[in-house]
């Protein structure tokens, strides 16, 4: 995963709603749900769940298959465990190589 694909997928993760709403779609017994399924559980308007479906929509992290005269909206876990994958890569790299000891700065 590129770094560009990590951080448009941290910034759509980077909204407690966002948040909410993948657990949302997590729980769903047929692993899919419709904006107003989602609406019913959070305190928001219709509309504001839409935006926020559609910037996870955009990270990729979930995706839309057509049901009748609705859409429904399931999570993408192919791409959850590519990010996993890629954090662990990330951090690993962010770690110091070795830590010199005060014995061998003396």
Known sequence: MRDDDIA?????LGHP???????ILATQ???????????ESLPLAQSTVSQH????????????KPHGTRNRYCIRHDRLSEL?????????????????????LA
């Open 29 to 39: 017994q047929q692993g899919q749900c419709c904006c107003a399924d989602v609406t």
């Open 8 to 12: 448009t997928i941290m910034r759509a």
């Open 84 to 104: 996993g994958a890629a954090f662990g890569g990330l951090l690993q790299g962010l770690t110091p190589l070795a830590v010199p000891q005060e014995a061998e």
């Open 17 to 23: 709603v966002r948040l909410n709403i993948l657990r």
């Open 53 to 64: 479906i559609k910037v996870l929509l955009d990270a990729g992290l979930i995706e839309r």
